[in-house]
C-alpha cells in the first residue's frame, strides 16, 4: 500500500487516533491483535494501537515499547505465538516516556530481567513514573510504575544485540526525550530501512510559547522533523498503529502482499502533516492565542 493511497490512509488513521487521544478513551490500545512477522528479525507484538515490536537474535531478544501497565501479559502473549520466549527478552527500549507506551516496564524488567535503555532527557520521567513530566507531571492518570533504567542513551549511540543494531535519533518536542529507532532489516535478498517513528504530535493543551516548564518546546519540535526528513524510509511505523495505517496494512499482508508495510510515500505524507499541523498550532499560539 504505497504512493497516494497509502498517504492518504496514514493521515486519516493519524487523525483518528489525534481525536481518540485527546478523548482518553481508546479501546485499540487494550485490544489483542494478531502478532506477525513483518520482515527479516522484525515483529509486531503490539495490541491494536499500542505498537511493541520484538527484534530476534541469537543472543536474545529486543523488545520495543512496554506500552500500558496491564500490556506485558497481552505483549508476552504475542510473543509466545511467534514461537519465542518472552523470557529471552534482553534490552526493552520506548518511543517516549508516556505511560501508554512505558508504563508496562517495571513488569517487564521484572519477569524478563530485560535491561533498561531510555534516552536521556526521558529518564528522569521514567524513574519517577511520570511525576517529572514537563506536561503530565501532577496528573496521576498519566502517571505509572517507576522503573530503573540501566543504560542512558544520547542522539544518535546504537543499540547492540546478537548483530542487530538499532539507532537512537531524539526526535523531542511531544516528550524531551522522544525517541525515534531506525534499524536495517534484510528481506528477498533486500535491505530495507526501517523507521519506528517516536511521536511528532502536539499534544491538547502544549504550550508552544512561553512555555516555562519547557522553554525549548519548538525549538525541538523543529529539530525533530528536520531528523524525520532526513531519515530514509523503507518500512514506516510507529509507536502507535494509527500513525502509519497498521489495521489496513496487516490486511493486505495477511492476504499475501508481503511489501504491505514498505510505504515510504506514506511516511513522507505523515511526516509533512504531522509537520505543518505543529506549524500552524504554532502560529495560532504565536498570535496570541489560547
Sequence with gaps: MRGKAGGKLTLIAALLFTMHVAAQDNRAWTRPFPPFHIAGNLYYVGSEDLASYLVVTPRGNILVNSNLASSPPLIKKNIEALGFKFADTKILLISHAHYDHCAGSAQVKQLTGAKYLVM??????????????????TEKSMQFPRAHVDRVLHDGDKVRLGGAVLVAHLTAGHTRGTTTWTMDEVEGGRTLHVVIVGSPNVNTGYKLVGNRAYPRIAEDYRHGFLVLRSLPCDIFLGAHGGYYGLKEKYEHWKHGNPNAFIDPEGYKSYVADREQAFLAELRRQSNGKP
Excluded at 536521556?120 to 507531571?137: I, L, M, N, P, R
Aim: hydrophobic share 30%.
Design 120 to 137: 536521556d532527557a526521558d529518564v528522569s520521567v521514567v524513574e519517577s513514573g511520570g511525576k517529572t513530566d514537563f506536561q503530565y507531571g
